[in-house]
């Protein structure tokens, strides 16, 4: 299968008639290799606009709910970002090409050194793989100017919303009673902000089915 010619079809025909204008991560995306983050059997899908099975019945993300979601973060090149439930990698990988640095964290050790090892291999080396809970997020390297959730929640912690830095953004689907509605939170003095910015749907993850929250 030529994979370059189906990652350049998904861009051209899933992300840029859907409201993805920001270049660097049209770049990206037509850049790291998606085929790279899905098990054997569903290379020949990997750019599919569906949610392809991972192991532990976790799930790597569509693309153009990927792709939306890290626009809707407007990232910078100087930004500290963090990625909570990082499976095997692909939504950091594409992250990383927009953002200085990404923490990305994991609670399958499977999945965490799988993510590890693409990456690498990949010569992505901005991306560091934790493994933890994923409803903690990553307070050691806290605070993060931007936080991206890799799948959906029934709501946000509140342990995660306040890792934001001053003017840091957070996006989420945020998926109630069937219903997924994609989010953007800013921090701005101690406060928070929150807007609704696209209709998404997309697997939960785990954990974060019902939590102790900050409720949109």
């Known amino acids: 299968m030529d994979f370059a010619a189906a990652r350049r079809n998904m861009v051209d025909c899933q992300i840029l008639p859907n409201r993805v204008t920001d270049q660097r991560l049209i770049e990206a995306l037509g850049t790291v290799p998606r085929e790279a983050f ?3 059997e569903f290379k020949g899908v990997a750019y599919v606009d569906e949610a392809i099975p991972l192991s532990g019945g976790r799930y790597l993300m569509e693309p153009l709910v990927t ?3 890290i626009q809707a973060a407007e990232p910078k090149a100087q930004d500290l970002a963090l990625v909570i439930g990082c499976g095997t990698g692909y939504g950091a990988a594409v992250l990383s090409h927009l953002a200085g640095t990404v ?3 994991e609670s399958d050790g499977g999945l965490a050194k799988e993510a590890n090892q693409i990456l690498s291999g990949l010569g992505m080396d901005t991306v560091a793989v934790m493994e933890g809970h994923l409803e903690k997020g990553y307070r050691k390297q806290a605070p993060y100017d931007v936080i991206f959730f890799n799948g959906a929640v029934a709501d946000v912690p509140e342990a995660i919303s306040s890792q934001l ?4 953004r957070l996006v989420a ?3 109630k009673d069937g219903l997924g509605k994609a989010r953007l939170l800013t921090w701005h003095h101690d406060q928070v902000s929150s807007r609704e910015v696209f209709d998404a749907g997309t697997p939960l993850l785990p954990g974060f089915e019902r939590s102790e929250s900050f409720v949109f």
Request: charged share 10%; aromatic share 0%.
């Open 103 to 105: 923490v990305a964290v």
């Open 38 to 40: 899905v098990p054997t």
């Open 165 to 168: 830095a001053e003017g840091g």
């Open 173 to 175: 689907v945020v998926s």
């Open 67 to 69: 792709a939306r979601l």
